[in-house]
């Protein structure tokens, strides 16, 4: 799923090449993309693209024509991806879901995937946009303080809190993985139970990760499109089982799940302890949302 540093990358990309360009045509291929029905999607054709900006891990888009105002909300999820072409460009095979023709170019947007999770809303206004918020805290804009309130508001395993978007935003567990490395804290122990120095450790490794993630990434597209994809070689330990840790050389862990994966590193996060994913069976099951929409539909204090 594309996190924050990705969706930040996309932004970027879109501030260059769409804003201030109007929407000549769309053309959709899948119709389940759309989730809203009223204002229908085609109010945006012909429409100046005013403004993006990042809501949590949704993208949103702002129209404009004649004082008129059109909103997009997209949630991208864990397959799709944008996508920059010649205008006209052709939505590639059975994972093109929209292509978006603008007078310079087409925004095309694809899902690599064949459970369709990929989703646009289209609305009026800037209240209901705001609906769309799944309210987490962005955490390169709080304080320590206000991240350990969040952090212990509800009692979950620590890789649980920091990918849930209600608690905090634009975090997946790719960059989760990283920052709970760069944290030295062990991916299942309980947030109630983490101590001062231990959740400002997480708060500095947070910052650290999506802020050196976000320039990265940033820089290797350059004046080119973002390449998003959930695994990077320069990564510590997402995605790098039974590679050497690049702090202490010791193979990576894992822990696997329904759709969830977590990659630690035991000497530097648990102390040493193997967390095997069958003595964790009863754990996960009664922490653990055994899928992403699970995950993406859970409300605080529901």
């Known amino acids: 799923m594309p996190e924050l540093p990705d969706i930040e990358a996309y932004l970027t990309a879109l501030r260059r090449e769409v804003v201030g360009r109007r929407l000549v045509s769309i053309r959709l291929r899948s119709v389940f993309l759309v989730r809203s029905i009223s204002p229908p999607l085609s109010d945006l054709e012909g ?9 949590g891990k949704r993208i949103v888009i702002a129209f404009e024509r004649n004082g008129e105002e059109r909103f997009l909300i997209l949630h991208l999820m864990i397959a799709g991806r944008l996508q920059w072409g010649k205008r ?29 999770r990929a989703s646009i809303y289209v609305v009026r206004s800037l209240t209901e946009v705001r609906g769309h918020d799944p309210g987490g805290l962005e955490v390169l804009t709080a304080g320590v303080a206000e991240f350990a309130t969040i952090l212990r508001s509800r009692n979950h395993t620590l890789k649980r809190s920091l990918t849930d978007p209600h608690l905090f935003a634009g975090i997946g567990g790719a960059y ?14 309980w947030t109630q139970r983490l101590k001062d120095d231990e959740i400002e450790r997480l708060f500095r490794a947070a910052q650290s990760v999506l802020l050196e993630w976000t320039k990265r990434i940033k820089e290797e597209t350059g004046n080119g499109w973002p390449v998003v994809t959930a695994f990077r070689n320069e990564m510590a330990v997402h995605g790098k089982y039974r590679k050497p840790c690049p702090v202490c050389g010791d193979p990576v862990q894992r822990i696997v799940y329904a759709e969830n994966e977590t990659n ?4 530097c996060q648990t102390g040493g302890r193997i967390l ?14 055994r899928s992403i929409d699970e995950l993406e539909s859970h409300r605080r204090g529901s």
């Open 88 to 116: 006209g460009a052709g939505l590639p095979g059975k994972r093109g879901l929209c292509a978006f023709d603008l007078e310079n170019g087409t925004l095309l947007l694809t899902e690599a995937s064949k459970m369709k």
């Open 47 to 55: 429409m100046l693209l005013r403004d993006v900006w990042r809501l």
């Open 176 to 189: 989760a993985d990283e920052i709970m490395h760069g944290a030295r804290l062990s991916p299942i122990v």
């Open 276 to 289: 095997a994913d069958r003595s964790l069976s009863r754990l996960l099951k009664d922490d653990w949302p």
């Open 264 to 267: 630690y590193c035991a000497t």
